[in-house]
């Protein structure tokens, strides 16, 4: 598995920034569905921090 690319560091925290400025967080329910959009939640922040790199540059 590739290190994410600093680009994708920098785009996991401004929506983390985000995230917190609106009190919202993002989450999945399985890889079937759309995106929830739940109440701050720090579990589904960390979940968000995890994402995989699949950029190709």
């Not at 920034?17 to 929830?36: N, V």
Request: hydrophobic residues 35%; charged residues 35%.
């Amino acid at each position: 598995m590739k290190q994410k690319s600093s680009k994708v560091k920098d785009f996991i925290n401004e929506v983390i920034e985000l995230c917190k400025k609106y009190e919202f967080s993002i989450s999945h329910e399985d890889t079937h569905g759309a995106f929830l959009i739940c109440n701050y939640d720090i579990k589904n922040i960390e979940w968000f921090r995890n994402a995989f790199d699949k950029t190709t540059k």
